[in-house]
C-alpha cells in the first residue's frame, strides 16, 4: 500500500489566536488595526503569525482599512525639520481625501511605541518621519501595513522612502568651506539618527577627494542640541588649536555648538565657521543665520503622502525610493580662516 502524503495545511486566524490564547475576534481586530487589544498583546499576536506563517489577505486588510482614511504620523518632538514636514503633509492629505493622525517619539516614549500607537487606531498608512532603526521591525512594518519613511532608506523592505541626496549634500558643504580657505574641518556626527550615517560617510568622502584625510575627524553626537554644546565643551576642553570649521550633522546640533563657543567668548565665524543640515526656520532667523542645506520639506511631504496613497492602491508594487536634490543656502556662519 502507497504510503499516504502529509498534506500541509495553510495557517488561520485561529490558529493564531490558539498560539496567543485569545479568541479568534481579538485576533481580527488586530490585523484590522482596529482598537481592543494591549500593545503588548498586538506583538504577541503579530509574533505568532510570523511563527506560523501566516499571512492575512492583503486585499481584504485593506478593505477593512479603507473605511478609516486615516494616515499615520510618527514625528520626534522638538525636531524643527519635522514640524516643516508635517505643515506640508495635512494640505496634501487633505486635498486626497485623508485625515492625519500624529504619534510622537519622546525621550520616555521610543519609535515603536509610537508606531503601534498609531496602528491600534485604525489608520490606513502611515508616514515616518525619521524612520526607526531596526530594519527587521521596518520590514516587518511593510508588510502589515503601507508605509512611507522620510529621511530614512531601509533596502530590501517593503517600505518606501523619501530623502535628499545626502551625499551631494555634504559634497557641497565641504567644497563651500575648502572654497572660502578652510582645511581643518571637523564634522559633529549624528548617531543612528536620520541621514546621519549618509552624511558622516559622504564628510569622509568628501575630504579625501580634497586631498585632505589626514584632517578628517568626526565627534560623536546626535541630532539635538545637547549634543552640539558637548561636542563645543570637549574641543574647548582639549586646550589645542581649534578646528577652523565645523559641519553639525544638523541644524539643531549646529545650533546647541554655536551657542556654547560664543558663551566661551569665542566668534563665529570668526574664529570658526559652522554649518548645519536642514535649512529649519531657526536657522534663518537674523541672529542666528546659519549656513546649512535646504531639503525642500514641503516637497518631501507631498511626495510622501503620495507614495503612501499610492501603494494604497496597489499594495503589491515594489518599494520606491523617491530623491530630492539638496541646495546650499549661504548665511553668515561661514567666512575665510583667520589668517
Same mark, same amino acid.
Given at each position: 500500500?502507497a504510503?499516504?502524503?502529509t498534506?500541509?495545511?495553510?495557517?488561520t486566524m485561529s490558529?493564531?489566536a490558539?498560539?496567543?490564547g485569545v479568541? #479568534?475576534?481579538?485576533?481580527?481586530?488586530?490585523? /484590522?488595526?482596529?482598537?481592543?487589544?494591549s500593545?503588548? +498583546?498586538?506583538?504577541?499576536?503579530?509574533?505568532?503569525a510570523?511563527?506560523? !506563517?501566516?499571512?492575512?489577505?492583503?486585499?481584504?486588510?485593506?478593505?477593512?482599512?479603507s473605511r478609516s482614511?486615516v494616515?499615520?504620523?510618527l514625528l520626534t518632538?522638538r525636531n524643527?525639520?519635522?514640524?516643516?514636514?508635517?505643515? $506640508?503633509?495635512?494640505?496634501?492629505a487633505e486635498?486626497l481625501?485623508?485625515e492625519i493622525l500624529?504619534?510622537?517619539?519622546l525621550?520616555?516614549?521610543?519609535k #515603536?511605541r509610537?508606531i503601534?500607537?498609531?496602528?491600534?487606531h485604525?489608520?490606513?498608512g502611515?508616514l515616518?518621519l525619521g524612520?526607526?532603526?531596526?530594519a527587521?521591525y521596518m520590514a516587518d512594518?511593510?508588510k502589515?501595513?503601507?508605509?512611507?519613511? %522620510?529621511?530614512h &532608506?531601509?533596502?530590501a +523592505?517593503?517600505?518606501d522612502?523619501?530623502?535628499?541626496?545626502e551625499?551631494?549634500g555634504v559634497r557641497?558643504?565641504?567644497?563651500?568651506?575648502? !572654497?572660502l580657505?578652510?582645511?581643518?574641518?571637523l564634522? =559633529?556626527?549624528g $548617531?543612528?539618527?536620520?541621514?546621519?550615517v549618509e /552624511?558622516?560617510?559622504?564628510?569622509?568622502?568628501a575630504? &579625501?577627494r580634497?586631498g585632505?584625510?589626514?584632517?578628517?575627524?568626526?565627534?560623536? $553626537?546626535?541630532h539635538t542640541?545637547?549634543?552640539?554644546?558637548?561636542a563645543?565643551?570637549?574641543?574647548?576642553?582639549?586646550g +589645542?588649536?581649534l578646528p577652523t570649521?565645523?559641519?553639525?550633522?544638523?541644524?539643531?546640533?549646529?545650533?546647541?555648538?554655536m551657542?556654547?563657543?560664543?558663551?566661551?567668548?569665542l566668534?563665529? @565665524?570668526g574664529t =570658526?565657521?559652522?554649518v548645519?543640515?536642514?535649512d529649519s526656520?531657526?536657522?534663518?532667523?537674523?541672529h542666528?543665520?546659519?549656513t +546649512?542645506?535646504g531639503?525642500?520639506p514641503? /516637497?518631501?511631504?507631498?511626495?510622501? %503622502?503620495?507614495?503612501? %496613497?499610492?501603494?494604497?492602491t496597489d499594495p503589491?508594487m515594489p @518599494?520606491r525610493?523617491?530623491?530630492?536634490p539638496p #541646495?546650499l543656502?549661504?548665511?553668515?556662519?561661514t567666512?575665510?580662516p583667520?589668517?
Amino acid at each position: 500500500m502507497a504510503p499516504q502524503r502529509t498534506r500541509h495545511r495553510r495557517p488561520t486566524m485561529s490558529d493564531v489566536a490558539a498560539r496567543v490564547g485569545v479568541s #479568534r475576534a481579538l485576533v481580527s481586530l488586530v490585523f /484590522r488595526n482596529e482598537p481592543g487589544a494591549s500593545e503588548e +498583546t498586538r506583538e504577541k499576536i503579530f509574533a505568532a503569525a510570523r511563527e506560523l !506563517g501566516y499571512q492575512p489577505d492583503s486585499a481584504a486588510r485593506l478593505l477593512a482599512r479603507s473605511r478609516s482614511q486615516v494616515l499615520g504620523v510618527l514625528l520626534t518632538v522638538r525636531n524643527m525639520f519635522h514640524a516643516e514636514l508635517v505643515e $506640508g503633509i495635512y494640505p496634501v492629505a487633505e486635498r486626497l481625501g485623508y485625515e492625519i493622525l500624529l504619534s510622537a517619539a519622546l525621550p520616555g516614549r521610543d519609535k #515603536r511605541r509610537a508606531i503601534e500607537a498609531l496602528l491600534g487606531h485604525r489608520c490606513e498608512g502611515l508616514l515616518l518621519l525619521g524612520g526607526h532603526s531596526d530594519a527587521d521591525y521596518m520590514a516587518d512594518l511593510g508588510k502589515r501595513i503601507p508605509t512611507v519613511v %522620510v529621511g530614512h &532608506r531601509f533596502p530590501a +523592505t517593503p517600505v518606501d522612502s523619501v530623502h535628499v541626496a545626502e551625499a551631494k549634500g555634504v559634497r557641497q558643504i565641504v567644497d563651500h568651506l575648502v !572654497g572660502l580657505g578652510h582645511s581643518s574641518i571637523l564634522h =559633529i556626527d549624528g $548617531g543612528d539618527d536620520a541621514g546621519a550615517v549618509e /552624511r558622516r560617510r559622504a564628510y569622509r568622502t568628501a575630504m &579625501r577627494r580634497h586631498g585632505l584625510a589626514e584632517q578628517i575627524r568626526v565627534l560623536p $553626537g546626535d541630532h539635538t542640541e545637547d549634543s552640539g554644546a558637548r561636542a563645543a565643551q570637549a574641543l574647548l576642553s582639549e586646550g +589645542t588649536e581649534l578646528p577652523t570649521a565645523v559641519f553639525a550633522s544638523n541644524d539643531r546640533c549646529a545650533l546647541g555648538f554655536m551657542d556654547s563657543i560664543r558663551r566661551a567668548g569665542l566668534d563665529v @565665524p570668526g574664529t =570658526i565657521s559652522v554649518v548645519g543640515f536642514d535649512d529649519s526656520h531657526l536657522a534663518r532667523l537674523s541672529h542666528i543665520d546659519l549656513t +546649512t542645506i535646504g531639503q525642500d520639506p514641503a /516637497r518631501q511631504a507631498e511626495l510622501a %503622502v503620495q507614495a503612501v %496613497v499610492k501603494r494604497l492602491t496597489d499594495p503589491e508594487m515594489p @518599494p520606491r525610493e523617491l530623491v530630492l536634490p539638496p #541646495r546650499l543656502v549661504v548665511r553668515g556662519t561661514t567666512a575665510p580662516p583667520m589668517s
